[in-house]
């Protein structure tokens, strides 16, 4: 009887909704306050290099993410095809984050190390050269263009505002060097990433050319990287070990 009252007096149906929605929302929503981390730390995640960081600039201005996803579902068949299953930690420091929405070509959350610097340079020259049956379009600019690197500095500052650790003070970086270590704290460390820049790409010579630091030195380094991070042979578990 008392139901039914309530059912049929609009203002008091209406009240009790938003108790109980109220209840369950404080009930989700505040033990969040009280977690000082939700993604959970896994070894060997760091953030990009300025080099790499860069190349990621151009990943996302050239508007490859439109094509490509960076995120494993953990289900068999991305498994067999792409391998362990893309973990939250691996987009950490990721902003925006390069998940996609569709896939007109693979996945790229395990293409760091899959192909060489070669295949990749040409890849993305002349895509049909390697893959004939690819609707990829040419990127001939990359290796044209002159890597602007100017803002580097810049770049670095704006995503540390939003929690990515690169270092400005002495303290920042012995923190890193502690988190991460030495080799690592050097390339997040701001005021070198010009000459951390440079380094990197004089050593990889991503775009075959060690005369030239061009664009695409930057996004081939910066496509070398994805998912070399971390060892998945840690993270294996039943679940995905069931299929392979």
């Excluded at 910066?222 to 299929?243: C, H, I, P, W």
Aim: aromatic share 10%.
């Amino acid at each position: 009887m008392k139901h039914d009252n309530i059912e049929r007096n609009l203002g008091i149906l209406l009240v009790l909704t938003m108790l109980a929605i109220s209840a369950g929302g404080l009930v989700e929503i505040v033990p969040l306050f009280f977690i000082k981390e939700t993604v959970e730390k896994v070894e060997g995640v760091r953030p990009y290099s300025p080099l790499e960081l860069r190349g990621r600039d151009i990943y996302v201005r050239e508007g490859c993410y439109l094509c490509h996803s960076q995120m494993i579902r953990p289900f068999r068949d991305e498994a067999l095809r792409y391998g362990h299953y893309s973990l939250a930690a691996e987009s950490k420091y990721d902003h925006p984050f390069q998940w996609g929405s569709k896939r007109t070509g693979p996945d790229l959350a395990r293409v760091g190390g899959k192909y060489s610097n070669d295949w990749q340079t040409q890849h993305l020259n002349a895509p049909r050269s390697l893959v004939p049956q690819s609707v990829m379009p040419n990127y001939p600019w990359l290796l044209k263009t002159d890597l602007d690197y100017s803002d580097i500095e810049l770049r670095m500052k704006a995503l540390r505002t939003t929690g990515v650790p690169y270092s400005l003070t002495q303290a920042e970086y012995d923190r890193n060097v502690k988190e991460f270590g030495e080799d690592v704290a050097k390339s997040l460390h701001i005021p070198d990433a010009e000459k951390n820049l440079v380094a990197q790409a004089q050593l990889g010579n991503y775009d075959t050319d060690p005369g030239k630091l061009s664009e695409m030195d930057a996004l081939v380094s910066y496509l070398q990287v994805l998912g070399t991070m971390v060892d998945f042979k840690k993270y294996d578990d039943d679940y995905f070990v069931k299929f392979r």
